[in-house]
């Protein structure tokens, strides 16, 4: 006796209709994001993940860092070069409406304290950061607008942008949307090779730097070459550029490099284990200044001070910046973070006036139109 075939009822196929729809959608939400990098262009959103141990996957991978040590990574499709010019609509921000996680006095106590536990001896040299917040309607401010805003009037050897909205990051519901104007490169892996640029001083010229930010630097230098050491073969870490002045727009700033040779089949998470967060934007002791920032300072950092870049793991080649000089937008914010690294010798007056000085040309840009 023949079994009858099943006949899909109207709500089951409704259903499927729906969930193909969905799929579809999916897809096409997936194809619309991308992130950028000078002229790298990362596209057809393939897969999201936190899982650091993916990234021995081969694979196009774009990493956000957030300084509280959250890794999120977006699998791309493709990579190609891009010399389109970007396109987006930035209605322009008000500059008065900026809210600052701590204001001048909390700052300058925020300093003085630091200061207190140095004199201790519990730290050489730590960043107090804060984090401001402006409102903002999505319908008038795509962070791809301000992107083109960024490129145009602070160009920076780190730029990118990052267009995930949470509609494409299906795992975790989230937006990721960046526009980052970093100077500062965290990590670059190419060769066999691994380096790292910290910076330490800024001022609006050469003069202005001090022998307190050389010292600074130095001492953020030895702390790099240790984590690079932990992770990097025996004897071959080294500084080929120490204390090099480099002018970007409206400041300048004091710049070494750290170079090493990878150990064999080192791992990503070992690689981050060993170097973040990145330590110029932390302190040092680390683990020491770690526990003071999380004291001290009123609002997590999020993507800033954390790490914004690449893994191309067909060639074995990476680029990853600091999250500095970086907008993010959350929900209806558009959130920008800014900081001081502070030793014996620092100011705590002149450390927030430093803050505001990075600050300063950045919100000025924000508050311009696109187109």
């Not at 959130?335 to 950045?362: M, N, Q, V, Y």
Request: net charge negative; proline share 4%.
């Amino acid at each position: 006796m023949l079994t009858p075939c099943h006949q899909p009822s109207i709500k089951e196929l409704n259903t499927k209709v729906i969930s193909q729809i969905m799929h579809s959608n999916k897809q096409e939400v997936a194809s619309k994001a991308f992130a950028q990098f000078g002229t790298k262009r990362f596209e057809d959103l393939e897969d999201v993940s936190v899982d650091l141990q993916r990234l021995s996957e081969p694979g196009y991978w774009v990493v956000v860092a957030s300084f509280e040590n959250s890794f999120l990574l977006l699998k791309f499709k493709n990579l190609r070069e891009n010399h389109e010019p970007l396109q987006g609509v930035w209605a322009g921000v008000e500059n008065s409406n900026w809210q600052s996680s701590m204001d001048k006095n909390q700052y300058v106590q925020a300093v003085q304290k630091l200061k207190d536990h140095i004199e201790l001896g519990d730290v050489y040299q730590t960043n107090i950061c804060r984090v401001l917040k402006n409102n903002i309607s999505r319908d008038e401010f795509d962070i791809e607008g301000l992107a083109v805003l960024l490129e145009r009037e602070n160009p920076a050897p780190y730029s990118s942008v990052i267009k995930v909205g949470k509609e494409a990051n299906f795992r975790l519901n989230k937006d990721d949307l960046i526009a980052s104007a970093s100077p500062e490169l965290f990590l670059k892996i190419d060769n066999g090779f691994i380096y790292s640029a910290p910076i330490k001083g800024t001022g609006k010229t050469q003069e202005d730097l001090t022998e307190k930010d050389k010292a600074e630097n130095i001492m953020i230098v030895d702390l790099v070459r240790n984590d690079l050491s932990i992770i990097c073969k025996t004897g071959s870490v080294e500084v080929p550029k120490l204390l090099e002045i480099q002018q970007h727009p409206g400041l300048v700033h004091l710049v070494s490099t750290v170079r090493g040779e990878l150990k064999e089949n080192v791992s990503w998470a070992e690689i981050f284990a060993a170097t973040f967060p990145p330590g110029s934007v932390s302190g040092a002791p680390k683990i020491s200044a770690l526990k003071l920032i999380n004291k001290l300072e009123n609002s997590i950092r999020g993507p800033y001070c954390g790490a914004i870049g690449w893994i191309d793991s067909f060639k074995n080649q990476a680029q990853l910046s600091v999250g500095i000089r970086t907008f993010w937008i959350d929900n209806d914010e558009l959130l920008f973070g800014t900081g001081a690294g502070i030793t014996w010798g620092s100011d705590p007056e002149h450390e927030w006036k430093e803050t505001e000085l990075k600050c300063e040309r950045l919100f000025a840009i924000a508050s311009k139109k696109n187109p």
